[in-house]
């Protein structure tokens, strides 16, 4: 009996133990159930605050003025904004996990990979890389940073870059530096113009004075043939005068673009034969031969009075650079041949002279309006190279190209092109 109430005993004590047990493990039941919620409601909450930083930082990316993109090492987009996507003119979704290979031609692509792979290679950023490409609406000018884009152990991964739009800025330097050389073509075509009036315009009007002062004033001393010799001095004199005014004044209206462009269809030969017309007394004077060899078939497409200054300059140049007793040819070269500057379309037309010849030295500076070339005639005669400069406006106005080949003491041949009519 005594052992059955130990028994009971022992059994109610077990049981207040179990019972202890099992309300502190309830307990820790309870506890944990609470924290599992709360972790959930943090993870939760924390989740909601990652998405909405991320949609803030899309948000974000879209709305910067700029490219801005994510790359990996192999030069697949990762990530782009929407300015991105509008240059490619895809949606983001198109362009991510797209190698720029497959959006650029290759050599771009690679040019770009290059830049990447200097970040990638070195740790350190590349700043104001400015880069061009082809899009759909033309050609566009970038300035590119780009960052070495790291995980979370700092290991790089790819680049992040952003690139602004400068495409407006290149266009504006571009026309800065168009309206410079301009500007420079004109400071060079006042000191023309001052150079000819100073002294290429004042030299031949002194002694055309000093001519007329002397008949003036000694007529009643000079005999026949001093008078004689005076006049055609002075006839000379005022048909250079002439000429280079004609030349300044022509050359001012191409300038300003006041001389108008009207091409024609129109006989070559007649042309030259017209020119020769005017040319024919002084290269009798030199007895020099003018020669047209030009077939009466050919006709061309020009503007008739541009081309007549052309002929005559050229023509008058090549008498007076001709010694007395030699000729001037003028002619269509019909070969095609592969040293030859004619182009389809076109018909290259030469002037050739048995004369003194050229230097190579002056044959450069030839053309070119901030290069003073003032060498005489074979007897004399004045010259200033406003005749050439004329020449090749005018005909590069009709598209056409002049050149010259010479050698000293074995003549000049100028060449020109002219469109087929």
Request: proline share 2%; aromatic share 8%.
């Amino acid at each position: 009996m005594h052992d059955i109430e130990l028994t009971n005993q022992q059994l109610q004590r077990d049981l207040l133990k179990l019972k202890s047990e099992y309300e502190s493990l309830k307990i820790d039941f309870q506890n944990d159930i609470a924290e599992r919620k709360h972790a959930q409601n943090a993870l939760r909450e924390s989740e909601e605050k990652y998405k909405y930083i991320a949609e803030q930082l899309e948000a974000i990316l879209d709305h910067i003025p700029g490219l801005v993109f994510y790359k990996d090492k192999h030069n697949h987009f990762i990530r782009v904004n929407k300015y991105v996507a509008d240059a490619y003119n895809k949606s983001k979704e198109e362009l991510e996990g797209v190698n720029l290979s497959v959006i650029h031609p290759k050599e771009d692509a690679e040019k770009y990979y290059k830049d990447d792979l200097k970040v990638i290679n070195s740790g350190e950023a590349e700043l104001n890389i400015e880069e061009h490409w082809e899009t759909e609406d033309g050609l566009k000018w970038v300035n590119t940073s780009k960052i070495p884009f790291v995980d979370s152990n700092k290991n790089i991964i790819g680049i992040i870059g952003i690139s602004m739009d400068i495409t407006n800025r290149k266009i504006a330097e571009q026309e800065i530096h168009k309206k410079n050389i301009e500007l420079n073509e004109l400071s060079r075509t006042k000191d023309k113009f001052f150079s000819i009036i100073a002294h290429d315009l004042k030299s031949p009007l002194a002694g055309f004075l000093g001519l007329t002062k002397i008949i003036a004033e000694d007529y009643r001393n000079l005999n026949i043939t001093e008078i004689q010799d005076f006049s055609k001095k002075m006839q000379e004199s005022a048909a250079n005068l002439y000429k280079l005014l004609e030349n300044l004044l022509e050359w001012s209206l191409m300038q300003r673009g006041m001389i108008n462009f009207n091409p024609d269809i129109c006989i070559l030969n007649y042309i030259v034969n017209m020119n020769i017309d005017i040319i024919r007394e002084s290269a009798r004077q030199k007895e020099i031969q003018l020669i047209n060899n030009v077939q009466p078939d050919i006709e061309v497409k020009a503007d008739i009075p541009m081309l007549n200054t052309i002929f005559r300059n050229l023509i008058s140049n090549a008498v007076k650079f001709t010694p007395r007793g030699g000729k001037v040819e003028i002619g269509v070269v019909r070969n095609n041949a592969e040293d030859s500057k004619l182009t389809g379309g076109f018909l290259e037309i030469y002037i050739r002279d048995n004369g003194i010849g050229i230097s190579s030295e002056i044959i450069d500076k030839l053309f070119k309006i901030d290069q003073k070339i003032s060498r005489p005639g074979t007897e004399g005669e004045s010259s200033t190279g406003l005749g050439l400069l004329l020449c090749k406006d005018f005909v590069e106005k009709h598209g056409g190209k002049i050149w010259v080949e010479s050698a000293e003491d074995k003549g000049s041949t100028f060449y020109f092109t002219l469109s087929k009519s």
